[in-house]
């Protein structure tokens, strides 16, 4: 059974930068994708960004495109998002997750919920004005 935990959240001013860390227990994530979503009251999970096992691909959602960093480091069994310039509309709860098939990189396919198979119990960033 695997367990993914994020830490790293918590309330920041806009303009600021948090580092959001997904460990991995149970499982190693070092071959396979993994994601960033987020939640904010009232709405839908969003997807926020997925990088390959290896590493070398990307993809983020358009609203954090240039903000936003996912990487990983398979050693530690961590992938992690570093976020500069928050604006309050980042506020949400950020959930990792780890796309559990052996399958090439399926790129936009992946900003969808249903490419995952673990999820998170998530970490809360808030970012006021």
């Known amino acids: 059974q695997v367990q993914l935990i994020e830490s790293g959240g918590g309330l920041v001013q806009a303009g600021g930068s948090l580092r959001l860390s997904c460990a991995a227990s149970g499982r190693t994530l070092s071959t396979y994708t993994m994601g960033w979503f987020r939640q904010a009251p009232g709405k839908e999970r969003e997807f926020v960004a997925a990088?390959?096992?290896?590493?070398?691909?990307?993809y983020y959602a358009e609203s954090v495109k240039g903000r936003f960093t996912i990487s990983r480091d398979n050693a530690k069994n961590t992938v992690y998002l570093l976020m500069n310039s928050l604006k309050p509309e980042d506020t949400a709860v950020y959930y990792c997750a780890q796309d559990a098939k052996i399958r090439s990189w399926s790129g936009s396919d992946y900003r969808y919920l249903r490419e995952y198979d673990y999820w998170g119990q998530g970490t809360q960033v808030t970012v006021s004005s």
């Open positions: 990088i390959s096992w290896t590493g070398t691909i990307v």
